[in-house]
Structures are given as structure tokens and as C-alpha cells.
């Protein structure tokens, strides 16, 4: 099933790079970086606790993406694209007092559509994303020399509304941005898990 989706996923990228080579229609690249707050859904704690022997809150993280977006005049607004994204979280004290790091990224086939002006890169926009990614989690505890990892891997749906500020030859967008995670794993003497997690946050853009 992984290889299922990642096969689909890379055919997508393919074929919208190749639709923009053959027609030379516009292609926009963008650059982002952001800040957002780790979500947990369901038994997410349970599962890191049969991971490590303890859990914790889910704590801030910085993103950093990059993208393309295929986007005649024709389409009135909307782009086509692809777009990888990763959060860096910053280290959380655990349940017992150790050091947890939570740390994800995903590959995504994405659209983004402006709604009001119907020009791509000017004024409002909404966007929605369908990717495949990973996340890392480590427990750190330099005292005791102990260190634990949990990975698993899987499905991620992003969403975001922003606005974009056009310049002479780039533009800026703000904006903020809700994702969801279903990711699986393997624990340890325990079998698979299953890991639901999110992000809710915000993030600038530069596009060209």
C-alpha cells in the first residue's frame, strides 16, 4: 500500500512537469518557512507510551517547504502542483522528565485556487494538499545514556488559506495552515501502531 501511494504520488509529479515543459505554461516555485503546534488525535499518547515507557505533549515546531505550481491564465486562478514540507520540533520534557524531539515531513500533490481576483499569486487564496511522509520521534536522556526512537509512516491532508502580496518579478503570501496525519509503525516487542497526529500554523512564503 505504501508503495501504491509513493508510485502514485511520484507519476503525479511527473506528469504536471512534464504538461508544463510541452505547453510552456507558467510554472511558479515558492519558498516558505513557518512556525506551527504539533496536534495529537486519538491515542496518540498511548501509542508513543507502548513506544518509549512514557509520553509527552506535543510541543512547537518550525516548517520549512518548498513547491511548484502549473498555472495558466486559462485555469482563472488555480494552480497545480506539487509541494514537500518538513517540522522541526523543538525539544519537550516527557511524562518522565525526559527529552522528547517530534519531527515529520511530507510529499504532497497540491492546488491552490485565488478567489476572488482569479489570477494566480494575487490576493486570497485557499489551498489543499494530499501527501505521503514520515515522522521520527526520539527519547533522550543523556544521563541514564538512554535514546529511543519511534518511526512511522503514511498519509498526511493539509489545508491552508492565505493572501499574496504580488511584487515586480515575486510576491510573499501569509498563510495559515491545518494538517492532519495517519501514519504506521512498528513498536518494539509489541507489534504495529498506529499514529494520528496534526499541526495548526503559519507560515511566509516567497514565490517567483
Not at 506535543?58 to 486562478?77: D, E, H, R, T
Request: proline share 2%.
Amino acid at each position: 500500500m505504501k508503495t501504491m501511494i509513493f508510485s502514485i504520488l511520484f507519476s503525479g509529479f511527473t506528469a504536471l512537469q512534464t504538461i508544463a515543459q510541452s505547453t510552456k505554461v507558467p510554472v511558479y516555485g515558492e519558498f516558505g518557512l513557518g512556525l506551527g503546534q504539533a496536534l495529537f488525535f486519538g491515542d496518540m499518547k498511548a501509542q508513543l507510551a507502548k513506544s518509549y515507557g512514557g509520553s509527552f505533549e506535543p510541543g512547537i515546531g518550525n516548517n520549512l517547504m518548498m513547491g511548484f505550481y502549473v498555472a495558466p491564465a486559462k485555469w482563472n486562478g488555480l494552480g497545480i502542483g506539487s509541494r514537500i514540507k518538513g517540522t522541526f520540533g523543538t525539544s519537550v520534557k516527557g511524562d518522565l522528565g525526559d527529552s522528547y524531539i517530534f519531527n515529520y515531513y511530507n510529499l504532497a500533490l497540491t492546488a491552490k485556487y485565488y478567489l476572488i481576483s482569479k489570477t494566480f499569486n494575487k490576493g486570497l487564496y485557499a489551498r489543499g494538499s494530499f501527501g505521503f511522509g514520515q515522522f521520527t520521534t526520539k527519547r533522550v536522556n543523556e544521563a541514564a545514556n538512554l535514546y529511543k526512537h519511534q518511526y512511522a509512516i503514511g498519509t498526511s491532508m493539509m489545508g491552508g488559506v492565505g493572501w499574496t502580496f504580488p511584487m515586480k518579478k515575486t510576491a510573499v503570501s501569509i498563510e495559515a495552515e491545518f494538517d492532519y496525519s495517519n501514519r504506521n509503525g512498528t513498536i518494539d516487542g509489541k507489534g504495529d501502531g498506529t499514529y494520528r497526529s496534526g499541526q495548526i500554523g503559519s507560515n511566509l512564503i516567497l514565490s517567483f
